[in-house]
């Protein structure tokens, strides 16, 4: 009898860890940790806490009875179920973290189960922006060099993947990207005017994604009518440069002559002062 009840004692004071689970949850969602009974393991309390990244009392069990009302940062957001796996809804970006779950059975034998909670935004829609490479020499002729440059705002924690119309799967040359994945560099030829490139953003537990027709792009650039690159310096910067030279030469027009005269001018403005003293 000493034996076994010193077996209960080390086992209670002692309990037994199940390495606990990965969860992952989206802000605004919610998730569900359960709690996994042995066989044959009939449940006297549970005690649920919050490890890290501070230590606080979620729920507990005991004598069929369910208490959730503890002062914590998840007051009015922690739901113990019968079965005693605790649900967390709805979910804020700081409830990341590490918890427990402490079981005692009608025996005495304990038995600790741990869990670790990461919290993710909702991926928002990306921003794809094209951007035409200049064109040299060792371009082949009738094609386009683009950039495309993908953008998720106000997130982190994502990954970048393109895809291209009518492709199973992420089928590019790695070669190709720049930035992480945020950046491809495609050649386009005549046969891909109707192309379309897909950004893909993700994290675990969302993704969303922008569709761009690159040529699209190209054509504009080279359309009659249309202001290129080029057209663009050239309609700015060449007149800029000719009004900045035309208001040189106006200058020394107009001062070159004057200098000469500048002090007859200021003593003829200055005399009729001095002929009327202060009685």
């Known amino acids: 009898q000493a034996r076994v009840t010193g077996a209960l004692f080390f086992q209670f004071c002692f309990p037994t860890a199940v390495t606990g689970a990965q969860i992952q949850g989206q802000v605004g969602g919610s ?12 449940v006297r309390e549970a005690i649920w806490r919050s490890l890290w990244p501070s230590e606080e009392l979620l729920a507990t069990f005991s004598r069929d009875s369910l208490q959730t ?3 914590s940062r998840f ?3 922690a739901h113990l179920h019968s079965n005693l796996s605790l649900e967390l809804r709805p979910l804020e970006f700081g409830d990341s973290g590490n918890f427990s779950v402490l079981l005692v059975d009608t025996g005495g034998w304990a038995q600790t189960q741990t869990f670790q909670l990461k919290v993710y935004d909702a991926v928002p829609r990306p921003v794809v922006q094209v951007f035409i490479a200049a064109s040299g020499d060792a371009q082949p002729p009738k094609t386009c060099q683009v950039f495309l440059s993908c953008w998720a705002p106000n997130i982190s924690d994502v990954t970048y993947s393109w895809q291209r119309e009518g492709t199973i799967g992420f089928d590019l040359e790695p070669h190709g990207l720049f930035e992480n994945g945020q950046v491809l560099r495609v050649s386009l030829g005549p046969g891909d005017k109707g192309v379309a490139y897909s950004c893909i953003v993700s994290n675990p537990v969302s993704w969303d994604l922008a569709t761009v027709t690159p040529w699209e792009s190209c054509h504009r650039e080279a359309a009659p009518g249309k202001t290129s690159y080029k057209d663009m310096l050239l309609l700015v910067v060449v007149p800029v440069s000719l009004l900045l030279v ?14 000469g005269k500048k002090k007859d001018i200021c003593a003829d403005n200055v005399a009729p002062e001095t002929e009327n003293p202060i009685v």
């Open 75 to 77: 007051l009015g957001r």
């Open 246 to 259: 035309l208001a040189g030469i106006l200058s020394a027009w107009h001062c070159g002559p004057c200098s």
């Open 69 to 71: 009302l503890y002062r």
């Open 31 to 42: 998730v569900l940790l359960v709690a996994e009974r042995p066989p044959g393991f009939q």
